[in-house]
Each structure stands twice: as C-alpha cells, then as structure tokens.
C-alpha cells in the first residue's frame, strides 16, 4: 500500500512556471513507477509523465515534452514534476500515481495508487 499526496498547484499566468510535489508513505517506494496525469473539466485523464524506479528513464506525453520534467528523490519518497512555459490548456487537475514496475508506464489503466490530484489554472 502507499498513499500519495500532491502539492504545488496554483493559479499562474501563460508563461510561468510551476513545480509539483508528490509526497508518498508506505515501504518500498524505489519499487515504483511513478505517474503524472491530468484531467481537465469535460476530458478523460491523460497521461503527462511517468518516470522508472531508479529515474532512469522517463517517458512524456508529446504536448508536454521540452517543457515540463519528471524526476524523483527515493530518499525523500518525493516525485516532482517542474512545469515550465506553461499555456491555458495545461489547466488541469494534475494528479500522481503508482504502480509497481522497473518499466516506465504509461497508460492509466496500469496505475494502482492514485493521490487526490492538485489543481493548476494557467490564465491566458
């Protein structure tokens, strides 16, 4: 079992930048695969970023690569996703996820673990 916990959202302007938090309790957290998705009022949640156990590898969704970054710190249980250059269409609850694999995943379906999501408003 581990819980997730987000922080960071807020309400920016087109341009600014933002870091997310994902603070998670529970053993093993080197075991996971951690997730970023969003979803905004009207749409289904999508995938934005995901980063492998050891943060060797990351995988993003292509309306965010180039601007926002994945990584994560095993010591502090933490995942953080820094969102920079940021547009109205990023507006989103962004939420964190987890599931057990070495791999990088992607596809919603796959995570077991969810936090209660941080909300993130870009004005134009």
């Known amino acids: 079992q581990v819980r997730l916990v987000e922080s960071g959202g807020g309400l920016v302007q087109a341009g600014d930048s933002l870091r997310l938090s994902c603070a998670a309790s529970g053993r093993a957290f080197s075991r996971y695969c951690m997730g970023w998705f969003r979803q905004a009022p009207g749409k289904e949640r999508e995938f934005v970023a995901a980063?492998?156990?050891?943060?060797?590898?990351?995988n993003y969704a292509a309306s965010v690569k180039g601007r926002f970054t994945i990584s994560r710190d095993n010591a502090k249980n933490t995942v953080y996703l820094q969102m920079n250059s940021l547009k109205p269409e990023d507006t989103a609850v962004y939420y964190c996820?987890?599931?057990?694999?070495?791999?990088?995943?992607?596809?919603?379906?796959?995570?077991?673990?969810w936090g209660q999501g941080t909300q993130v408003t870009v004005s134009s």
């Open positions: 980063i492998s156990w050891s943060g060797g590898s990351t």
């Open positions: 996820a987890a599931v057990v694999s070495p791999a990088v995943v992607a596809r919603t379906k796959d995570y077991n673990y």
